[in-house]
């Protein structure tokens, strides 16, 4: 083997963009084969297995941490767009290089701690809350063969991991001893525990119908089209799109997002739990939030929307890995949108619609997916399935969530 | 930080503000919470205070008109009309017809552009990231850009004279004006279809900071807060100053007096102020602006005292002056709506949630400059 034969390689891995990724690895595990025969030595296999390892992360760190750096400047596009301004575009072409100078002034604030603050988990709040966030991505398959962990119990392990944002939260609202932060966290410890459930539960459902707890079971569980044109995404099932619709509003819920923003509640507690960072401990925060939110919303996307499947059979051409980037920029898109649109639920209102609507609706979900599953996944299925999750979404409408509110049941005098 | 509640309850104590991002100022309220329940609410104001009463005991008459300017200043050609009306009652001056409609004219566009302005404020209060603001204030500008035309300031118009008004309409000025007040309909029914159809925002403000009819009365509110609680009240109406009652317009009042209420009561206010206005910019006369009778330079009105009050946007706002004669006011004294307005805030807070206060705050339609003085 020699240098020219590694560069030969390259063009060739180009022509197949489905496997460019997987190939792209391993030249480079030959690439430091080759730089061991440089030296005359066999690289042991522990040193390659090394090499995989660290590729691996490095590229999942890299991708996660540009698309938070695109994201941070998208979101602040998205959102000017949608109320009537500009947004960055100052700092390079369309303002890209926003990310760049946040970062800068993030590195070169003074950081403060609180005089009162307890010292050591107002420092390690951050790091608790990135390294979950950093672990989840690991778990999901980006791609045909394209998993750093294809673990077999992959989706309980990203809740189990995911649940350690939680504990940050409440350090960080605990330690930095101000009446804001800690009512911050305590929203925090109550919405992240209450939306876990509906969050969990959709994920049960979806796990119960692949038969399987590994991510890439779940998506190829949903390869294939019906009649040869409609995808088996487990979205276009009644019980699928009940699920889906509860795991992305749980999902909303556990990335503190719009209109969950509660912990950081902007009109009413300042900053919430992070009213006492600055600098880049803050930025830490930032990050993590974001690594997560694209984690779990990855996660919406293999459970429901057919992770790395095309979404018709003539678009199979685009590699796979795309697709799955492609749905996860469309779902960070509807979560800036939804943000622009909508106000902020009051915190009992939040836990009623989690306890009373989403939490029984989940179930609903579950003996309807199971119904789904023994008639045959047939139209039969189908029909009983959606009478299953209608019944309960009507009588919970009906019995808990009439609509008292609106704006026709006021009455408004007029005097001369 | 914690303190036992006779109940045994742990209550947490908060000061929320003077620095807070939606308090409308420097405004402070000592919060006991009970969990995210409020206990207890003590309003604490006076950070802003600019000593404007004192001030304008040492100015001219005339002097401290531009003072007024500052004290709503998100509407400040209704409060130099409130002085001006004052004085005009004290030394008895007639008001020519045309500065009359003049003052209706700029008056009823205040209130557009304060509700309007409040239309964002309520929203940002209840967390939806300033989207509603931005498209508020994009209309509010407009109105603003108007000002300007005719004041020469966007805000700090100073433009009322005893008498009648500084200066008067530029050309062209009435058929630009009329031309925005025809598209500005078209805004209020997408926004209101907008707000008004939003589950999150009607479940936010139903039901929330309910003020009986006869506490507002007891409580002094004025404006559309009182309104809202079903009191048909309206100094435009009752008092009948300027050429209000040549105009044809209705008062509107709502039935339960929540912050529901509130807000509604400021949509149906600007479709009446329209109306007020269609109707001006088709009466208004020929003639002059200014009564010549009034002296500008060494003006003292007689000894005596008057209070002249208008119907503001934000309530009834009316100016106590007390002449001695001189060329100075002896006192003066002003009724801020806003202030009166905000001391029933905590029987509409108690018993409900910490982030409920924020938008009955808003609902309220405070600014401090108006509250401090």
Known sequence: MNFIDLLKRIPEICKTPETLPLEGKKLILDFVTWLGSLVGIAVPPWVLTLVNILVVIVAIIAVFLIMFALMSVWERKILARAQNRYGPNRVGPWGLFQPVADGIKMLTKEDIVPRNADKVVHFIAPIVMLVPALILPVLLPYGRGMVAIDLSVGILFFFAVGAGSEVAIFLAGWSSRNKYSILGAMRAIAQMISYELPLVMSAVIVALVAGTLSPTGIVEAQGGYQFGFFPNWFVFTPWGFVACVLFYFSALAESNRSPFDLPEGESELVAGHLTEYSGFKYALFFMAEYVGMFAINGLLVTLFLGGYQAPLPFLTFIPSWCWFFIKLAFLAFSLVWVRATMPRFRIDQMMQFAWKFMLPMSFAALFSAAAWHYAGRGLLGWGISAVLVAIPYFALGYFCFTRHHSADNRRYLFSE | ?373
């Open chain 2, 1 to 373: 930080m914690t303190e036992a509640d006779g109940a045994g309850a742990q209550t947490l104590d908060v000061s929320l503000g003077p620095q807070h991002p939606s308090t409308h100022g420097v405004f402070r309220m000592n919060v006991r919470m009970d969990g995210e329940t409020v206990v207890k609410l003590q309003p604490v104001f006076g950070y802003l205070h600019r000593n404007h009463e004192k001030l304008a005991e040492g100015k001219s008459w005339l002097g401290s008109m531009p003072f007024t300017d500052r004290l709503d200043y998100i509407c400040p050609i209704t409060n130099n009309w409130g002085y001006a009306l004052a004085v005009e009652k004290l030394a008895g001056i007639e008001v020519p017809d045309r500065a009359e409609y003049i003052r209706v004219i700029v008056g009823e566009m205040t209130r557009i552009q304060n509700h309007t302005a409040f239309l964002g404020f309520i929203l940002g209060d209840m967390g939806a990231w300033g989207s509603a603001l931005m498209y508020a204030f994009r209309e509010r500008e407009k109105i603003l850009d108007l000002f300007e035309g005719l004041t020469g300031a966007r805000m700090m118009a100073n433009y009322m004279r005893f008498g009648g008004v500084r200066c008067d309409l530029p050309a062209g000025w009435l058929e630009k004006a009329r031309a925005y007040i025809e598209t500005y309909p078209a805004f209020l029914d997408e926004m209101e279809k907008f707000l008004t159809g939003n589950e999150i925002l009607l479940s936010r403000l139903q039901g929330v900071g309910v003020m009986s009819a006869e506490r507002a009365i007891n409580g002094g509110l004025s404006g559309p807060v009182l309104r809202a609680s079903g009191v048909d009240y309206d100094i435009r109406k009752v008092d009948g100053y300027g050429v209000y009652p040549r105009l044809k317009f209705r008062v509107p009042r709502g039935t339960v007096g929540d912050c529901f209420d509130r807000f509604m009561l400021r949509i149906l206010e600007i479709r009446e102020s329209i109306q007020i206005l269609q109707q001006a910019f088709a009466q208004i006369p020929q003639g002059p602006i200014l009564n010549p009778a009034v002296k500008t330079r060494g003006f003292k009105p007689p000894v005596g005292e008057a209070y002249g009050r208008i119907e503001g946007p934000k309530g009834e706002l009316g100016f106590h002056l007390v002449s001695d004669g001189g060329e100075k006011p002896y006192r003066y004294h002003i009724r801020p709506p806003s202030l009166i307005n905000l001391t029933l805030l905590e029987e509409m807070c108690v018993g409900t949630k910490i982030a409920d206060v924020m938008v009955i705050l808003g609902s309220i339609d405070i600014v401090l400059g108006e509250v401090d003085r």
